[in-house]
């Protein structure tokens, strides 16, 4: 496993300021998922997460499945969701999270994803849906920049 890159850290702190979620990651999804980029919440009583989480928890192999962003305002209104180990063990309620595709090779790396302990009115789902795909566009252009030939 390699080590964090602060690069890709300070862009998960900054998904979730955007998404105002005590938790953001910019998660590399294979056998396992890896965080690349994780915030945590600071200076709080909130657990604080891993690097990686098996495949089974969370919402992000959905996303990469699916190959399209996923808002849920309130975890707990979605039967096939509101089961999810992650309801239980972290107290996720609030879940948003874009598929990182690879325009190049058509690949679905992973995802940016936020999650919150609070759930969202349903009239904030658009609004946070928007948010969310523009940070994954914002990662994806600096990706191609970078990396481009």
């Not at 998904?15 to 998922?33: C, F, K, R, S």
């Not at 959905?62 to 190959?67: G, P, T």
């Not at 999810?84 to 058509?106: H, Q």
Request: glycine share 8%.
């Amino acid at each position: 496993m390699a080590p964090p890159v602060e690069a890709f850290d300070a862009f998960a702190r900054q998904v979730a300021d955007v998404l105002g979620t005590p938790y953001a990651m910019l998660n590399w999804v294979g056998d396992e998922q890896y965080f690349l980029g994780l915030a945590n919440p600071a200076d709080s009583e909130l657990p604080v997460l891993g690097r990686t989480l098996p495949l089974t928890h969370g919402f992000c192999p959905h996303v990469v499945q699916r190959r399209g962003s996923l808002v849920l305002t309130d975890v707990l209104d979605f039967d096939a969701f509101a089961g999810n180990p992650v309801v239980d063990e972290l107290g996720v309620r609030m879940y948003a999270g874009a598929p990182l595709i690879d325009k190049r090779t058509n690949h679905v790396w992973g995802t940016v994803c936020g999650i919150d302990i609070e759930p969202r009115a349903r009239s904030q789902g658009r609004p946070v849906w928007t948010r969310i795909d523009h940070m994954r566009d914002l990662l994806m252009t600096e990706l191609y920049l970078r990396t481009s030939p």
